[in-house]
């Protein structure tokens, strides 16, 4: 398996991360036993960092990579890495109210995801979404005080702003910044991602797939299951589905000419784009896990990178990437 390292002060990891959120909720129907199984085959190939979120299916998540890595050879659970995301207010039915970054709600947050993780330790953690009634400085010290006791090796952060990540830096050291990243999804590139590389801050790219939109296996055709986030996402609706699977079309070309596929052409574009980002791969079954691990094999040249611009240039997708409820939460737009 291929590392890379995060930032000046984070830890090196697997070049490609797992992202564990489907496995508990938002995208339909789950199966407990393949999710166990992948995340099986994943630490069993290598990779080492686990991404997941407290509020992922009301900690289900956290109790599935502990059954996991319960599970696991012991070798491959020593040397797993997880990267929790806190500070998500939910519902009993399942909806968003907001967030909490107060350092006692902090301190509260990491005690319980302990708890579900059964280990002594956050190797990565950070807030989901910044919360607009605490300066992110007090929650971000509220971070680093958990570092100093032992329960957190180090602070990311997601979704923020090139502002907010310098006053962030400033209170403690951040290994990485959390960003969707994706062919469609480029906003980082103007000032976010600029300011994490001065500052010496890496990327954990998600949506790298753009939620299976630009996956390959997405059809025009499909039916969501109701309990499917997508089917609120503005990219997936009528004439911007129609617009963004054109583009699909348009990689495929390139990805069919390579003898590779559409996913993997998606995640070794993201790979190229520096040695300070490690892409995250939803994957829930072991047949998409490995057709994720093959892009780590996929050598994009100045040809095939331009051809890629040309397919889906900057600013192509059709729709925001979010709801506009949801867009509302996101310190990167601002």
């Not at 299976?212 to 997508?230: E, P, T, V, Y």
């Not at 052409?265 to 784009?273: P, Y």
Request: with cysteine; glycine share 10%.
């Amino acid at each position: 398996m291929q590392t890379r390292t995060l930032g000046t002060t984070g830890p090196q990891t697997s070049a490609l991360g797992l992202g564990c959120m489907g496995m508990s909720a938002l995208y339909g129907d789950t199966d407990r036993s393949e999710s166990i199984a992948t995340l099986h085959a994943a630490l069993d190939a290598g990779v080492t960092l686990l991404d997941t979120g407290d509020f992922y299916g009301m900690g289900h998540n956290e109790l599935l990579i502990n059954e996991a890595l319960r599970t696991a050879p012991a070798a491959a659970r020593e040397k797993a890495q997880i990267s929790v995301k806190f500070g998500a207010l939910r519902t009993v039915e399942g909806g968003f109210t907001g967030y909490d970054g107060r350092p006692n709600a902090v301190k509260n947050f990491a005690a319980y995801s302990l708890q579900r993780l059964g280990t002594d330790h956050i190797d990565i953690y950070r807030i989901a979404r910044v919360d607009p009634d605490v300066p992110i400085e007090e929650t971000v010290g509220a971070i680093a005080e958990l570092v100093e006791a032992g329960h957190v090796r180090h602070i990311g952060l997601s979704e923020v702003g090139a502002e907010t990540l310098r006053r962030a830096a400033a209170v403690a050291p951040i290994s990485d910044l959390q960003m969707e990243y994706s062919l469609i999804s480029r906003g980082i590139e103007e000032a976010i991602l600029p300011t994490a590389r001065e500052l010496g801050i890496g990327v954990t790219a998600y949506g790298v797939l753009s939620r299976g939109l630009i996956s390959g296996h997405f059809s025009r055709d499909r039916k969501l299951a109701a309990n499917d986030f997508r089917g609120m996402s503005p990219r997936f609706q009528g004439e911007n589905l129609d617009r963004n699977l054109d583009l699909v079309d348009a990689l495929r070309k390139i990805a069919e000419q390579k003898g590779v596929s559409v996913a993997q052409t998606a995640i070794a574009w993201v790979l190229s784009r520096g040695e300070d980002i490690v892409p995250l791969v939803g994957a829930r079954r072991r047949d998409r896990l490995t057709e994720a691990l093959g892009a780590l094999d996929v050598t994009l040249d100045s040809d095939d990178l331009s051809a890629i611009e040309r397919a889906v240039p900057p600013g192509a997708a059709a729709g925001d990437r979010y709801p506009t409820d949801q867009m509302a939460h996101l310190d990167s737009e601002r």
